[in-house]
């Protein structure tokens, strides 16, 4: 078996594009100027037709991967936006559930207890039935109606103030006070009728 020459292969190759590149010249110098303009033309444009198609075509992907990116950081903003809310939600639900579970059912004793120790006489504290609220927490909540007879009006202001730092959620929804005393006395006694309403979970019952 004979080696093989490259120049054997190459040979007819090269003759062949020799005889190609002589055709195109021939036929390019037969052809008129505006001819030669308008496959010039020809040949620009279609350039420029790809060029414009290939730059398009990325300038769309590029778009759509931006768009895709601002969406997707929109949602991770959502999310984190949402989250850190539905936390601090979570967080003040667990808080008043604690504050809830921990209410003294016994609040009633603790008004009448105050009012004896600022020396109070003629004192009434009735609650109500206890009620659910329109919630869904599983807290009920319990309206008390406190009275308060020919009491000086400071000692009042105080027994408000005690109730105020009572660690059970016990909120005032109304006050009615008559002055008792004349008007030219010395001490102001009044009657005072408090409505509060007290709030713990369904399951601790009242006493």
């Known amino acids: 078996m004979s080696d093989l020459n490259i120049g054997e292969l190459v040979g007819p190759i090269r003759d062949r594009a020799s005889n190609i590149t002589s055709a195109v010249g021939e036929k390019w110098t037969g052809l008129q100027p505006r001819e030669r303009i308008f496959i010039v033309g020809a040949v620009i444009a279609l350039f420029c037709m790809v060029l414009f198609t290939v730059f398009h075509s990325m300038y769309n992907d590029i778009t759509k991967k931006a768009a895709e990116t601002e969406n ?8 984190a936006e949402n989250q850190a809310q539905y936390k601090l939600n979570q967080a003040r639900s667990n808080a008043m559930r604690e504050t809830l579970e921990k209410a003294d059912s ?15 006489s003629d004192v009434s504290v009735t609650p109500k039935d206890s009620r659910r ?14 009275s308060l007879k020919n009491v000086d009006y400071t000692k009042v202001l105080e027994y408000l103030v005690e109730i105020q730092k009572l660690d059970s959620p016990i909120y005032m929804r109304q006050i009615n006070m008559t002055r008792t005393s004349s008007a030219n006395s010395s001490d102001t006694k009044m009657s005072v009728t ?11 019952n009242a006493t």
């Open 106 to 120: 016994k609040i009633s004793n603790k008004l009448s207890s105050i009012a004896s120790n600022l020396g109070f």
């Open 72 to 79: 997707y950081r929109k949602s991770l903003n959502y999310i």
């Open 194 to 204: 408090i409505t509060l309403m007290s709030y713990r979970l369904k399951e601790q």
């Open 133 to 146: 609220t329109s919630d869904d927490s599983g807290a009920e909540e319990t309206e008390i109606d406190v």
